[in-house]
T-cell receptor, first 115, second 113 residues
Framework: GAVVSQHPSRVICKSGTSVKIECRSL??????MFWYRQFPKQSLMLMATSNEGSKATYEQGVEKDKFLINHASLTLSTLTVTSAHPEDSSFYIC???????????FGSGTRLTVV | QKEVEQDPGPLSVPEGAIVSLNCTYS??????FMWYRQYSRKGPELLMYTYSSGNKEDGRFTAQVDKSSKYISLFIRDSQPSDSATYLCAMSIPGGSNYKLTFGKGTLLTVNP
């Protein structure tokens, strides 16, 4: 149980375009989802926390206009990287807090390459 | 000082060895402690989850929390090549800041057959 499905797993886009990444909780309701960014051989860096039906809370230094997060339902949160540039190339991972067990389950990640 | 410190390794052991992974932390408000395993280019997978101090065992894995020393450990017995991955410790404060996790840097483990 407590599965988070993340799509796409891999995307290549041209500089200046926007990319949307989706995370769905398949068998539970995720009131809170977290979006992380991970550089090679580095730990996860929290970008923002989204609560269903309200605005996301962004970590210091994360551009909210560039990384748009929407959490319109209890099972879906999306991250849109707007006007992507090569420096946005990274591994993006979502996570949801599983209330019952107080664990956190992660999506499989999206590798974004901006060319 | 970072909130959570974890030796990034890399750590290389022979198959069958006992592996010890550790994290230290500075914020005494942390109450929930987790260990995640992350294979290359995949999302982290929860291995162990403990609340406050004590030990927890699950198969070949044992997690220990010593709150007095602000020190947590993960032991892997009879390590297997399939255990080769990056291990991340994570912790959170009950009810704090949307329950967000604070991660260590991760330790890269290689188990050699």
């Amino acid at each position: 149980g407590a599965v988070v499905s993340q799509h796409p797993s891999r995307v290549i886009c041209k500089s200046g375009t926007s990319v949307k990444i989706e995370c769905r909780s398949l068998d539970f309701q995720a009131t809170t989802m977290f979006w992380y960014r991970q550089f090679p051989k580095q730990s996860l860096m929290l970008m923002a926390t989204s609560n269903e039906g309200s605005k996301a809370t962004y970590e210091q230094g994360v551009e909210k206009d560039k990384f748009l997060i929407n959490h319109a339902s209890l099972t879906l949160s999306t991250l849109t990287v707007t006007s992507a540039h090569p420096e946005d190339s990274s591994f993006y991972i979502c996570s949801a807090r599983v209330v019952a067990g107080y664990g956190y389950t992660f999506g499989s990640g999206t590798r974004l390459t901006v060319v | 000082q970072k909130e959570v410190e974890q030796d990034p390794g890399p750590l290389s052991v022979p198959e069958g060895a006992i592996v010890s992974l550790n994290c230290t932390y500075s914020n005494s408000a942390f109450q929930y402690f987790m260990w995640y395993r992350q294979y290359s280019r995949k999302g982290p997978e929860l291995l162990m989850y403990t609340y406050s101090s004590g030990n927890k065992e699950d198969g070949r894995f044992t997690a220990q929390v010593d709150k007095s020393s602000k020190y947590i450990s993960l032991f892997i017995r009879d390590s297997q090549p399939s255990d080769s991955a990056t291990y991340l410790c994570a912790m959170s404060i009950p009810g704090g800041s949307n329950y967000k996790l604070t991660f260590g840097k991760g330790t890269l483990l290689t188990v050699n057959p």
